[in-house]
């Protein structure tokens, strides 16, 4: 967050891409386009309701809010349903209509345009928040900071490309936002044990093939642990500050700072921390922090 006065913010909501990754997120991944097929049930929804409010306030907080627009196909219901609180906190709804051959409504296009036409339009602009997690929206987040923007992404955990992210000076997790409630992920159904296993089917003879050599299977590789990145990016910030200044102790604002620099993404709330120094006290097995003064230092301990 800048300290400047006359930040003026444009704020961007690819809408249904928000709506989809929050539903996904909550109901299981792809369980969007399988349940819709179906009919999207009422419980479900409200399970994964994105709260408004929370992005726009937390835009917000970068400062003035000069122009803030929301994509979607605002004539189906699932979207239909948020228009009352967008239109109530300003937000100019764009209406896009779904191709029918794809069913894709070219948010990230029409955003894009809009964003690099605004940029032009409005040179006092200084803020661009980008309220989505495709990866299509890599070039345009360069574009912006080429142009002298200060570039702010907000995805939906688990949906959100770690791409877009480093293409951004600060990308925020949506389940980070203040006044956003904890995600807990509904547990799977438990098997009775009194169901017995079905009987398996009578193999059949399969006919006799010519030898081929087996290939290759590939594994997918394993999801990544946040709190073990969050650790390793701290050593490297600490490394970083130590040859850059030569000095042992480095004060705890420059090092978010630094990590922040490196990765975008990171936040100590989305790690369950209240505060970057209760980040730091979490890790004292890797760094020393020394709080005696107001200002609060931290070191590497020794390897």
Known sequence: MTEREDTRVAVYLDFDNIVISRYDQVNGRNSFQRDKTKGLEVDRLARATVDVGAIIDFASSFGTLVLTRAYADWSADVNAGYRGQLVGRAVDLVQLFPAAAYGKNGADIRLAVDAVEDMFRLPDLTHVVIVAGDSDYIALAQRCKRLGRYVVGIGVAGSSSRSLAAACDDFVIYDALPGVPVFEPTPAPVKDEDEGEPEPEPKKRAPRRRATRPQAVEEEPEAPDPQADATGLLQRALRIGLEKDDVEWLHNSAVKAQMKRM?????????????????LRSRSDVVELDESSTTRMVKLRNE
């Not at 936040?267 to 120094?277: I, Q, T």
Request: hydrophobic share 30%; net charge negative; glycine share 6%.
């Open 263 to 279: 990765d975008p993404s990171f936040s100590e709330k989305s790690l369950g921390f209240r505060s970057f120094s209760d980040f």
